[in-house]
């Protein structure tokens, strides 16, 4: 066979490559305008107490399957237990589907370098985005720039495409942030927008923060997905997973914290408004880069920050997607990558168009295309596929399966591995239902009572699976 499987060339390679791709417009467009419109600094304390208790542990599970099923997505689960792919393919059809809008919103980041690189923006920020995105042609060209160069380098492998262009992005993207993290606390009266975003008014957690939280935690992290599968079954035997599942969540988090540092106060000292929504980093942003010295040059780190982040994570969602036609299909890692690059571009188009000529088309349930790609994604697929990771490493693999895998077979200490386990399997599936079902309408008494039913369900599978555990010792 001529597809011999990619490997990483170093742990530090795959860390920062795994970064990359939970590092993305997640963190750098979402995640503050977020924070922004559900109560600055009650959001963060939820997102980070979320990422505590359910990120790592998930990052962890992820990649433990991957390295043990040695494929892709589908490929992994099924080789751990046959039949269980379908969980890898809902998570290849996820990435796909957030692949086909997420390349539309970097190519207005890339449009937006262009724009400070041409001295700003002229006129008023907000007809001149709205204008743009309604464009039609051009703002579809500019997704296909990133759709060509995320297939180039993931045309080159795992090795020598991925991991060298995360090697060289990702540490300018840690520089460039803190340039202007530095620039913008040192704003005057920036310290009304840091007191906003990291001082929580705990009356503000609801539970709409806690599921917008939860949800966030998993985009961000690319989690559930498959991504951490894919990435991690080029992964040597001896490497220590729980270190690398401990660093990723800890970098990612880190860079989100910073955008809200960079994006916040700005807005506050120039007396805008933080919950601007998804316009925040197009719009409200602008207008600060315009009103202070220099503000072209600040202009272009940040949306070159922001083009890098993108970038590190359009590769994995594709690789996701490549992996497994390369793996199930057996078809050259070159054509795969093509294929798969123009089946994205088609439907790009109508994602793209949906900011204009198709933004009243209705397509299912009152929504337009693009927004209906991302209320499937976000609010079904994400969750479920969570859901569905939390199930298989909690009741479907052997426990001390996964424990070797974990743990390079007994080499390493994993003195919290039960405490790990019940937070997969009892904390992870009760979270997770939580959003899966109030996401498809289930509310109130009916939600409290199907978490309990579920709860039951839990403890009867436990035991059902602690006799089989004692007759097959
Ligand atoms: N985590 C990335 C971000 O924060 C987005 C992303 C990349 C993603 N790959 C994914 C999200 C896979 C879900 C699944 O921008």
Same mark, same amino acid.
């Given at each position: 066979?001529?597809n011999?499987?990619?490997?990483?060339?170093s742990?530090i390679g795959?860390?920062?490559a795994?970064?990359?791709?939970a590092?993305g417009?997640?963190?750098l467009?979402k995640?503050?305008y977020l924070?922004?419109?559900?109560?600055?600094?009650?959001?963060?304390?939820?997102?980070?107490?979320?990422i505590v208790?359910?990120?790592f542990?998930?990052m962890?599970?992820?990649?433990?399957?991957g390295?043990r099923?040695?494929?892709?997505?589908?490929?992994?689960?099924?080789n751990i237990?046959?039949?269980?792919g379908?969980?890898g393919?809902?998570?290849?059809?996820?990435c796909?589907?957030?692949?086909?809008?997420?390349?539309?919103?970097?190519?207005w980041i890339?449009?937006y370098?262009?724009?400070?690189?041409?001295?700003?923006?002229?006129?008023?920020?907000?007809n001149?985005f709205s204008?743009?995105i309604a464009?039609? !042609?051009?703002?579809?060209?500019?997704?296909?720039?990133?759709?060509?160069?995320?297939?180039?380098?993931v045309?080159k492998?795992v090795?020598?495409?991925?991991?060298?262009a995360?090697?060289?992005?990702m540490?300018?993207?840690?520089v460039?942030?803190l340039v202007?993290?530095?620039?913008?606390?040192?704003?005057?009266?920036?310290?009304?927008g840091?007191?906003?975003?990291?001082?929580?008014?705990?009356?503000l957690i !609801?539970p709409q923060v806690?599921i917008?939280?939860?949800?966030?935690?998993f985009?961000?992290?690319?989690?559930?997905?498959?991504?951490m599968? !894919?990435?991690?079954s080029y992964?040597?035997s001896?490497?220590?997973?729980?270190?690398?599942?401990f660093?990723?969540?800890v970098?990612d988090?880190?860079?989100?914290?910073?955008?809200g540092?960079a994006?916040l106060p700005?807005?506050?000292?120039?007396g805008?408004?933080?919950t601007a929504?998804p316009?925040?980093?197009?719009?409200?942003?602008?207008?600060?880069f315009?009103?202070?010295?220099?503000?072209?040059?600040f202009?272009i780190?940040?949306?070159?920050?922001?083009?890098?982040a993108?970038?590190?994570s359009t590769?994995?969602?594709l690789e996701v997607?490549?992996?497994f036609?390369v793996d199930q299909f057996?078809m050259d890692?070159k054509?795969?990558?093509?294929?798969v690059?123009?089946?994205i571009?088609?439907?790009?188009?109508?994602n793209?168009?949906?900011?204009?000529?198709?933004?009243d088309?209705?397509v299912?349930?009152?929504?337009?295309f693009?927004?209906?790609?991302?209320y499937?994604?976000?609010?079904?697929?994400?969750p479920?596929?969570?859901?569905?990771l939390c199930?298989?490493i909690?009741?479907v693999?052997?426990?001390?399966?996964v424990k070797?895998?974990?743990t390079?077979?007994?080499e390493i200490?994993?003195?919290?591995f039960?405490?790990?386990?019940?937070g997969?399997?009892y904390l992870?599936?009760?979270?997770?239902?939580?959003i899966?079902?109030q996401?498809?309408?289930v509310?109130?008494?009916a939600?409290?009572?199907a978490?309990?039913t579920?709860?039951v369900?839990?403890?009867?599978?436990?035991r059902?699976e602690?006799?089989?555990g004692?007759?097959?010792v």
């Open positions: 066979m001529s011999e499987r990619g490997k990483w060339g742990s795959f860390v920062l795994a970064a990359g791709s590092i417009l997640g963190n467009w995640f503050p924070a922004g419109k559900n109560g600055g600094g009650a959001f963060v304390l939820v997102y980070l107490s979320l208790i359910l990120g542990s998930l962890l599970g992820e990649m433990a399957i390295r099923g040695k494929s892709d997505a589908y490929g992994s689960y099924n237990k046959k039949g269980w379908v969980i393919v809902l998570g290849i059809l996820a796909f589907l957030i692949y086909s809008y997420y390349v539309v919103i970097a190519g890339l449009k370098i262009g724009i400070f690189v041409t001295g700003g923006l002229s006129g008023d920020p907000v001149y204008d743009f464009s039609g !042609t051009s703002p579809i060209i500019y997704s296909f720039v990133v759709l060509v160069v995320t297939a180039a380098i045309l492998g090795a020598g495409g991925i991991e060298k995360s090697k060289i992005m540490p300018i993207l840690f460039f942030m202007i993290v530095v620039r913008s606390v040192t704003l005057p009266n920036a310290s009304v840091i007191k906003y975003f990291l001082k929580p008014d705990f009356s !609801t806690v917008a939280a939860l949800g966030q935690v985009f961000s992290l690319s989690l559930g997905m498959g991504v599968v !894919t990435y991690g992964l040597p001896d490497t220590k997973l729980i270190k690398s599942a660093y990723i969540p970098l988090t880190a860079i989100a914290l910073l955008a540092l994006i700005a807005v506050f000292s120039f805008l408004e933080p929504g316009g925040l980093i197009f719009i409200t942003l602008p207008k600060v315009s009103a202070m010295p220099f503000g072209n040059i202009g780190i940040f949306f070159l920050l922001v083009l890098f993108a970038l590190t590769i994995s969602l997607v490549v992996s036609v057996k890692r054509k795969a990558t093509l294929l690059s123009v089946l571009g088609i439907l790009a188009i109508p793209s168009n949906s900011f204009g000529s198709m933004a088309v209705k299912f349930f009152g929504m337009n693009f927004d209906f790609l991302g499937v994604t976000d609010n079904l697929l994400l479920a596929g969570g859901l569905f199930i298989f909690g009741f693999w052997n426990r001390d399966e070797k895998e974990i390079n077979d007994g200490e994993f003195p919290m039960s405490v790990w386990m019940i997969v399997k992870g599936i009760q979270l997770l239902s939580l899966l079902l996401a498809v309408g509310q109130n008494t939600l409290v009572y978490l309990l579920i709860f369900v839990q403890i009867l599978c436990g059902l602690g006799k089989r004692v007759k097959t």
